[in-house]
């Protein structure tokens, strides 16, 4: 059975950093690229950021990028989101995603809550 | 204003068919680029219902159809069930933004 479980998730003052993981199993984890996707209280889906298998070529939406770093280890089936700078804005549950055929998100983790407030 | 636009709100009965819609440009589903479907019932994690804008993971009913022309692509949902009530997304590529991007979601009530 595929699952991901993401962790990380606080409360963090404007401008700070947190690091969001993402524990995938049931699956050969190094053969899938991944994203992040978050959903603001209340609002709808955004994508933040993708990783492909070998980690190279990562690609960010706009407003994350220079702030955020997605990154894998796949001795370890984990992903990653390293997020610096934290605006209110970045506040919203963070889900972890399998990548699959026609760029499809097949599989979704629970969601870990990142609050950025003072 | 999203990149792919949808209506905030469908409803109908038990047993009608509704269809919820998902516009785009030339950047995105114009170019080519394929359409997938999500389910998000309240207070849990997505849910892909259709993929390459035509085809239904393995457990999703046949009830939910995809279709995709020029630079729109719609679902359809067929024989409506309490248990659809849910918000829907579409999700695209767009390449002169170079990156994923979900449709604003629509909200299915069940009347």
């Known amino acids: 059975e595929v699952q991901l479980v993401e962790s990380g998730g606080a409360l963090v003052q404007p401008g700070g950093s947190l690091r969001l993981s993402c524990a995938a199993s049931?699956?050969?984890?190094?053969?899938?690229?991944m994203s992040w996707v978050r959903q603001a209280p209340g609002k709808g889906l955004e994508w933040v950021a993708n990783?492909?298998?070998?980690?190279?070529?990562?690609k960010y939406v706009a407003s994350v990028r220079g702030r955020f770093t997605i990154s894998r280890d796949n001795a370890k089936n984990s992903l990653y989101l390293q997020m610096n700078s934290l605006r209110a804005e970045d506040t919203a549950l963070y889900y972890c995603?399998?990548?699959?055929?026609?760029?499809?998100?097949?599989?979704w983790g629970q969601g870990t809550l990142v609050t950025v407030s003072s | 204003q999203s990149v792919l636009t949808q209506p905030p709100s469908v409803s109908g009965a038990p047993g009608q068919r509704v269809t919820i819609s998902c516009t785009g440009s030339?950047?995105?589903?114009?170019?080519?680029?394929?359409v997938n479907w999500y389910q998000q019932l309240p207070g849990t994690a997505p849910k892909l219902l259709i993929y390459?804008?035509?085809y239904r993971p393995s457990g999703v009913p046949d009830r939910f159809s995809g279709s995709k022309s020029g630079t729109s692509a719609s679902l359809a949902i067929t024989g409506l069930q309490a248990e659809d009530e849910a918000d829907y997304y579409c999700?695209?590529?767009?390449?002169?933004?170079?990156?994923?991007?979900f449709g604003g979601g629509t909200k299915l009530t069940v009347l």
């Open positions: 995603a399998r990548d699959s055929h026609y760029g499809s998100k097949d599989y």
């Open positions: 049931g699956f050969s984890f190094r053969n899938f690229a």
């Open positions: 990783i492909p298998q070998d980690g190279s070529e990562n």
């Open positions: 030339s950047s995105n589903i114009g170019a080519g680029y394929d």
């Open positions: 390459g804008n035509i």
């Open positions: 999700q695209s590529y767009d390449a002169s933004l170079i990156g994923v991007f």
